[in-house]
C-alpha cells in the first residue's frame, strides 16, 4: 500500500510540473538534484514558448488605485455612550464636527455608538436605514453631518433593522453626504470565558454576507467591524481589491482587548502593508458591558 501510493505521489507531482521537467527519482536522490536552470531559461526567451508564467494567475490582478491624496488627517472619535439615544447623537455630532474643524477629511466612529452595547438594547436602538427619516435619526444625522462638513464619515456601526433581521451594520458616507457603502458584521462576536465575559451577538444579530470595500475621498477603503479584524483572509482580499487603508469600528472589551487589540491591528497592517484605523467606544466601568477603548491608527511598518 506504502510502494503504491508513493508511485500515485509521484506520478502527481510529475504531472504538475512545467512541460520539458523531469522528477528526480527516489528520496535519496532529492538532495543531489538540479534543475536544467539553463532550459528553463532557454524555454521562458523563446517567442513560441509554451512557458507563460505571466498567465499562471487567474483571474489576474487588478491594477491597484492611485490613492486621491498623499497625505490627510483622520479622527478616532471614542465616544462615551449611554442609554438616552438622542444625547449619543447628539454627541457624536459635537465630536465629528471637532474632528472636522481641527481639519480632519476622514472620521471614523465607534462600534454601537448610539446605544448600549446589549442583546438586549440592539432591538430597541435600531434603526430602519432604507426607510431613513424618523426612522434612522442616526443615519440621517450622519449623512448631513457629513454633507455639510464635506469630509468622509466611516459611521462606525449602529443595529440596523431590515424586514425580521438586525445586524450589526456600518454606514460610509461620502463628503457629498450619499451613502457609499454598508458593511453588515460578516464575524458576530460569541464568546464565553468562564469567570470572565460570555456575550454571545448571535442572540439577536444575523450575520452580514459580503465583504465592503468603498471609494472614498481619501482612498479605498476596506471596512470590518470588531471580530472581523481577527480574520486576516477578509484583510488579504480587501488588499487584493487595491485599499489603502483598513476600518475597524470595535467595542473590545476588558478580557479581548488587552489580549488581542493592539496584536490584531498590528498584524493586519503589517500582513497586508497598509495602514489600519480602529474606533471603540471610550470605557465605562458602570457598564453593563465593559469597552477596552484605545481606539489607534497603526502603520504597515510598526
Known amino acids: 500500500m506504502r510502494a503504491a501510493a508513493a508511485a500515485a505521489a509521484t506520478s502527481t507531482a510529475a504531472a504538475l510540473l512545467a512541460p520539458g521537467l523531469k522528477l528526480c527519482a527516489g528520496r535519496a536522490r532529492v538532495s543531489s538534484c538540479r534543475l536544467p536552470l539553463r532550459r528553463v531559461a532557454a524555454m521562458a526567451s523563446a517567442p513560441n514558448s509554451s512557458f507563460r508564467p505571466e498567465e499562471a494567475r487567474s483571474p489576474p490582478a487588478l491594477e491597484l488605485p492611485t490613492p486621491p491624496l498623499s497625505k490627510f488627517k483622520v479622527a478616532l472619535c471614542q465616544l462615551s455612550v449611554t442609554a438616552d439615544k438622542s444625547r449619543n447623537i447628539a454627541h457624536a455630532r459635537a465630536a465629528i464636527e471637532k474632528a472636522a474643524s481641527d481639519g480632519a477629511k476622514l472620521v471614523l466612529l465607534p462600534e454601537i455608538w448610539n446605544g448600549p452595547y ?63 457603502g454598508k458593511h453588515r458584521k460578516i464575524h458576530l462576536f460569541d464568546i464565553d470565558i468562564p469567570g470572565k465575559i460570555t456575550f454571545k451577538e448571535s442572540k439577536t444579530l444575523t450575520a452580514g454576507q459580503s465583504p465592503t470595500v468603498v471609494d472614498t475621498d481619501v482612498g479605498r477603503i476596506g471596512i470590518g467591524i470588531c471580530y472581523d479584524i481577527r480574520f486576516q483572509e477578509l484583510a488579504m482580499l480587501y488588499a487584493a481589491r487595491g485599499a489603502h487603508l483598513l476600518c475597524y469600528p470595535g467595542a473590545f472589551n476588558m478580557t479581548t482587548g488587552p489580549l488581542h487589540w493592539e496584536l490584531l491591528q498590528r498584524a493586519r497592517a503589517a500582513d497586508n502593508q497598509l495602514f489600519v484605523a480602529t474606533c471603540g467606544p471610550a470605557r465605562d466601568t458602570s457598564a453593563g458591558y465593559v469597552a477596552w477603548g484605545h481606539s489607534t491608527l497603526v502603520g504597515p511598518v510598526s
Open 118 to 180: 446589549s442583546n438586549d438594547s440592539f432591538p430597541e436602538y435600531a434603526e430602519d436605514i432604507e426607510a431613513g427619516g424618523d426612522a434612522a435619526p442616526s443615519f440621517s444625522m450622519m449623512s448631513e453631518v457629513a454633507r455639510s462638513l464635506q469630509i468622509t464619515l466611516v459611521g462606525g456601526s449602529i443595529a440596523e433593522r431590515s424586514g425580521n433581521n438586525l445586524y450589526n451594520t456600518c454606514c460610509v458616507f461620502g463628503s457629498d453626504g450619499q451613502l457609499k
